[in-house]
T-cell receptor, first 112, second 113 residues
């Protein structure tokens, strides 16, 4: 079955450590996205990528980094520079930029 | 950036009742999307609307793209317990070399059996 896989489901880290969240899709979608979700908030865009080896900052990119070395993979690194990293992180993909997004099931990151 | 106002923020309804929620914006959109998110899961696309005035149904769900292109509503008829979740609207604008997808803050729906 085609889909988007995020791993792990839950992640715990100590403050000051970098952590990388995985996102893999086998939908052959060109575009991939990372969103952050906080309670009572809408989805806020961190980074997006329209094509391999290219990505753009979203609305809240500070403290995050990404790479897009393969079409199917778009890992997100939450660095120690991110002031409030505890959140639910959602990866999404779409066929092209202006087609509906399909989401993974998220990774809940807790930093203490 | 573009802002979306989604209301109501939360709803408590009896099983069997109809539900209505909406999103409004001061900006126009080319596409309106409605998603449902269940606890601990990612949002799932329910309905996509591509044309002003368009009315689309998906089972008990009906959504409309406002004629001004600045609003959309989602109706759920005869609610059932599995309708529980957070419903998000999203407006998409693309044109003149720019692209923007904006999400509302969600409507949390609780259904009382």
């Amino acid at each position: 079955d085609g889909g988007i896989t995020q791993s792990p489901k839950y992640l715990f880290r100590k403050e000051g450590q970098n952590v990388t969240l995985s996102c893999e899709q086998n939908l052959n979608h060109d575009a991939m996205y990372w969103y952050r979700q906080d309670p009572g908030q809408g989805l806020r865009l961190i980074y997006y990528s329209q094509i391999v080896n290219d990505f753009q900052k979203g609305d809240i990119a500070e403290g995050y980094s990404v790479s897009r070395e393969k079409k199917e993979s778009f890992p997100l690194t939450v660095t120690s520079a991110q002031k409030n990293p505890t959140a639910f992180y959602l990866c999404a993909s779409s066929i092209v930029e202006d087609s509906p997004l399909h989401f993974g099931n998220g990774t809940r990151l807790t930093v203490t | 950036g573009q802002q979306l106002n989604q209301s109501p923020q939360s709803m408590f309804i009896q099983e069997g009742e109809d539900v209505s929620m909406n999103c409004t914006s001061s900006s126009i959109f080319n596409t309106w999307l409605w998603y449902k998110q269940e606890p601990g899961e990612g949002p799932v696309l329910l309905i996509a609307l591509y044309k002003a005035g368009e009315l689309t149904s998906n089972g008990r769900l009906t959504a409309q793209f406002g004629i001004t292109r600045k609003d959309s509503f989602l109706n759920i008829s005869a609610s059932i317990p599995s309708d529980v979740g957070i419903y998000f609207c999203a407006g998409e604008y693309s044109g003149a070399g720019s692209y923007q997808l904006t999400f509302g803050k969600g409507t949390k729906l609780s259904v009382i059996p």
